[in-house]
């Protein structure tokens, strides 16, 4: 079965701090890589994408990741966080565009 | 936003009780999906449909059942309700750039 494993269930960091969250995939095949993130009572919202091309994807609030094939890896990285970072981030893969395989989320705390 | 709606957005029911969850589309998107979230385990897909009267099983499945008799609206069904089917349930949409974009969530409380 195809599987997404966010290493981290909690992360906390002082504001202004970098962070990396990190996520790997099960299998090397082409994939559709996604990090989502949650705010508390809210849905899912799109953080970015990776579909092919450059493996450094930039997102929406000054995210970004970077797609590693060799290490079936998408880590999701921010210089800089603020508090309004804090909340759960998802990442997702999926190999045919239509069925998407979620990891278990990991929650971001920022300290002021 | 993408045009997403659920309804209810809060249920409170009985063990053995019917329970009819809705999803509306107003984006004319051709997927619609069913996830549940329970801590520990992320986001997990039940059931998902690929155009009216189209759809096919995720990985939790047993005792949901879904229709789709219109594009816009995508109904998950529990046949009879079970205390392990508390959860919070998401729909989401997804067009032919791949993002999925997800309704506010429908929390239910089987007791």
């Known amino acids: 079965a195809q599987s997404v494993t966010q290493l981290d269930s909690q992360v906390p960091v002082f504001e202004e701090a970098p962070v990396e969250l990190r996520c790997n995939y099960s299998?090397?095949?082409?994939?559709?890589l996604f990090w989502y993130v949650q705010y508390p009572n809210q849905g899912l919202q799109l953080l970015l994408k990776y579909l092919s091309g450059s493996t450094l994807v930039k997102g929406i609030n000054g995210f970004e990741a970077e797609f590693n094939k060799s290490q079936t890896s998408f880590h999701l990285r921010k210089p800089s966080v603020h508090i309004s970072d804090t909340a759960e981030y998802f990442c997702?893969?999926?190999?045919?565009?239509?069925?998407?395989?979620f990891g278990t989320g990991t929650s971001l705390t920022v300290i002021p | 936003d993408a045009g997403i709606t659920q309804s209810p957005r809060h249920k409170v029911t009985e063990t053995g009780t019917p329970v009819t969850l809705r999803c509306h589309q107003t984006?004319?998107?051709?997927?619609m999906y069913w996830y549940r979230q329970d801590p520990g385990h992320g986001l997990r897909l039940i059931h998902y449909?690929?155009?009216?009267?189209?759809?096919d099983k995720g990985e939790v499945s047993d005792g949901y059942s879904v229709s789709r008799s219109k594009t816009e609206d995508f109904l998950l069904t529990l046949e009879s309700a079970t205390s392990s089917q508390t959860s919070v349930y998401f729909c989401?949409?997804?067009?032919?750039?791949?993002?999925?974009?997800f309704g506010p969530g429908t929390r239910l409380t089987v007791t």
């Open positions: 299998s090397s095949v082409s994939v559709y």
């Open positions: 984006e004319n998107h051709r997927y």
């Open positions: 449909s690929y155009g009216v009267k189209d759809t």
């Open positions: 997702a893969v999926s190999y045919t565009g239509n069925q998407f395989y």
């Open positions: 989401a949409i997804s067009g032919d750039n791949y993002e999925q974009y």
